[in-house]
């Protein structure tokens, strides 16, 4: 009890700390001044921690994450919630370490999904759970301000089809065009003669007329049918019928590299519609027009962009990003060198292992500001290496300080660290407070940067050799964490292998093989009230088993021996079952194995209640099977001489 008040004490002085926090609030009005400076604080930091606050999480209990999901299943669920809930804010702090102190650059964005370009995008249906909701408001939230000044944006997938909507030119080095590696045919050879021959006189008449007077002449010329200007250039467009001809053109056009600059039109229908050309009058003219053409594809971009341009950022600098799991501890890790020293070589190495934690704000933000989420978590995770290389979960780094393991949030760990260690960390906001500062929106992030380095702190990871790139002070540093070692292996989490827990205070594991749902029972049943009925109801049930509730009209059953579910599947589905198990089946008791739950996670069955999903799942499986293996229908004739009919007869 007294542990619990502390928890509840801790959290308040927390509160009342973080109103004097300076924690920059973000919205549309200043979000692009705000920039730069966000640009320099990440470069200056070490690590960048992430805090994410969404509309949603779940709407059922059996939604949730559990503790006998795998990996397969938990991705299944955060996929269902990041694809159904929205984001509203995203907190997001660089900070740094130096000598006990950390320096901490806050920053809070208030975002919203609106069309802003009249393009369909990213504008869309979401649902918002009531709890989240109120939640927010209790701590002041604006949703008037959010709805009409939140940051708006557009995913990677998506800029690419408004751009091509838009029709949006771009600009095209001569030096990073791709060379065609085929044999170009006839009518490629015509058709660059043909282009050839138009870019050439068009020069030369551009050649000609600059060398004219200004007057009505050079006027009048500038009003003939096919003579074009980009601003006081001259410029020509080249239509183009595939991307063959695209890479022809702008082959060709790198003869005339040296007055000439290509931008690409894109078709709205997708593709490439033409290629322009515009002449400049000297290199140096060339180089100013280069210059102001990606000034204005970068202005275009932001604009298109919005608050993606700061998940940009975040990838371009590489920085390990730290965040707070909520999937209980998930991982999938992918190791390249072994297992030796995960985690400092994650921290710390340029040579490190490929390390992805499974965490539910990742899958939000894969799906909102890069692409659709993959189908399976290995392309997931393939795919979000390539945009955050190194993400680490203070969770997982918790697990190394004994005790440490259960708390389910960040104010309880802090609290634990502060009654159990001394690891004094003082923390400097050099960010003046601005209006909205003091109110609780963006604190996340903060606590998140504060525990990081307290852990660190009573683990010894010296945080300040982060920017120190001394092979000989790494490997000290390396000797030093060498009690926090990683104990996985290359072949720890095989697909075939699963091993689940059943109860998330238990670290007892077994297969999910050994695992069935249980559904149809009468109401009112409670687990020990079923563990009764079904003990003596069959065979396999005098050995050890458990029962557990997922919802209110489904339960698991695990045993503890090998091979007793299927045993009991195969029984229960049988039309030779006796006794009390008999009774319980006719009343409409119904049982599947772990994999018919993956099933249901697999193809989005997510109905209220498990047990319809998993009704849906095996109805769907039973289809699929005749379907695969459709039976030929025997039509059975009964043959007798007395009922043939001879002709000759007639």
């Known amino acids: ?15 009342t700390t973080t109103s004097q926090w300076s924690v920059r609030q973000v919205r549309s009005s200043d979000f692009h001044g705000c920039l730069g400076e966000l640009k320099n604080h990440i470069s200056d930091s070490d690590f960048i921690a992430l805090s994410l606050q969404n509309t949603g999480s779940s709407s059922f209990p059996w939604h949730r994450l559990q503790p006998f999901d795998t990996y397969d299943t938990a991705y299944c669920k955060t996929k269902y919630a990041a694809e159904k809930f929205q984001i509203l804010q995203f907190a997001l702090c660089p900070f740094s370490v130096r000598e006990s102190k950390l320096i901490a650059h806050p920053y809070n964005f208030h975002l919203f999904p609106r069309d ?19 939640s927010m408001a209790r701590e002041g939230f604006d949703f008037d301000a959010c709805i009409y000044d939140g940051i708006s944006y557009l995913s990677r997938a998506q800029e690419f089809i408004a751009k091509v909507r838009m029709g949006c030119p771009t600009l095209t080095s001569n030096t990073n065009v791709a060379k065609s590696s085929s044999k170009p045919s006839v009518a490629d050879s015509i058709f660059v003669q043909r282009v050839k021959s138009r870019v050439k006189n068009w020069k030369d008449a551009c050649n000609s007329s600059s060398k004219k007077s200004d007057g009505l002449l050079s006027l009048l010329e500038k009003l003939i049918p096919g003579r ?9 467009t080249i239509d183009v019928c595939s991307e063959r001809q695209v890479i022809l053109v702008l082959e060709l056009l790198m003869e005339f590299s040296d007055d000439l600059v290509p931008v690409v039109i894109p078709a709205k229908s997708g593709g490439t519609r033409a290629i322009r050309a515009i002449l400049t009058s000297s290199k140096e003219d060339k180089i100013l027009l280069e210059k102001e053409l990606q000034n204005l594809e970068e202005e275009e971009n932001k604009k298109i962009r919005g608050f993606r341009e700061v998940i940009e950022m975040i990838s371009a600098s590489q920085k390990p990003i730290i965040s707070y799991s909520s999937l209980n501890g998930v991982y999938l890790i992918f190791f390249i060198f072994g297992c030796f020293l995960f985690f400092v070589f994650l921290l710390f190495s340029n040579f490190c292992s490929n390390a992805f934690v499974l965490d539910a704000d990742f899958t939000f933000i894969h799906s909102k500001f890069l692409a659709p989420l993959p189908t399976n978590i290995d392309e997931f995770a393939s795919s979000l290496h390539l945009v955050f290389p190194r993400v680490l979960d203070v969770k997982h780094l918790m697990s190394k300080i004994g005790g440490l393991n259960k708390p389910t949030s960040i104010t309880s760990a802090l609290s634990y660290l502060k009654n159990h260690y001394y690891a004094p960390v003082d923390l400097d906001i050099p960010v003046e407070a601005t209006g909205n500062d003091h109110k609780f929106h963006g604190h996340n992030a903060i606590w998140l940067c504060h525990l990081f380095a307290k852990v660190c702190s009573v683990l010894k990871i010296d945080l300040d050799g982060v920017q120190s790139n001394n092979n000989k002070r790494l490997a000290s540093m390396l000797d030093e964490c060498a009690n926090v070692s990683s104990s996985f292996s290359p072949y720890h989490h095989k697909p075939e292998d699963e091993n689940i827990k059943i109860w998330a205070k238990n670290a007892i594991k077994v297969s999910c093989r050994h695992l069935i749902f249980l559904w149809g029972f009468r109401d009112g049943m409670t687990a020990r009230l079923l563990k009764t009925a079904l003990e003596g109801s069959h065979e396999v049930f005098c050995e050890e088993f458990d029962v557990r509730f997922v919802d209110k009209k489904c339960a698991i059953v695990v045993f503890w021996q090998p091979g007793l579910s299927e045993t009991f599947l195969d029984a229960i589905n049988s039309d030779g079952i006796v006794g009390s198990l008999r009774e319980m089946v006719s009343e409409g008791l119904r049982a599947a194995g772990y994999e018919t739950y993956k099933r249901v996670c697999r193809l989005d069955l997510w109905e209220a209640d498990l047990a319809e999903s998993l009704e849906r799942a095996m109805l769907e499986e039973h289809h699929s099977i005749l379907e695969a293996e459709p039976e030929t229908v025997r039509l059975d004739i009964n043959y007798s001489n007395d009922s043939l009919i001879y002709l000759n007869d007639l």
């Open 116 to 134: 802003e370009l009249n393009i369909g995008m990213p504008s869309y249906s979401f649902s918002c759970q009531v709890s989240h909701l109120t």
């Open 228 to 236: 074009e200007q980009y601003g006081s250039r001259p410029s020509m």
């Open 1 to 15: 009890m007294a542990s619990r008040f502390s928890s509840v004490q801790l959290q308040r002085r927390l509160y």
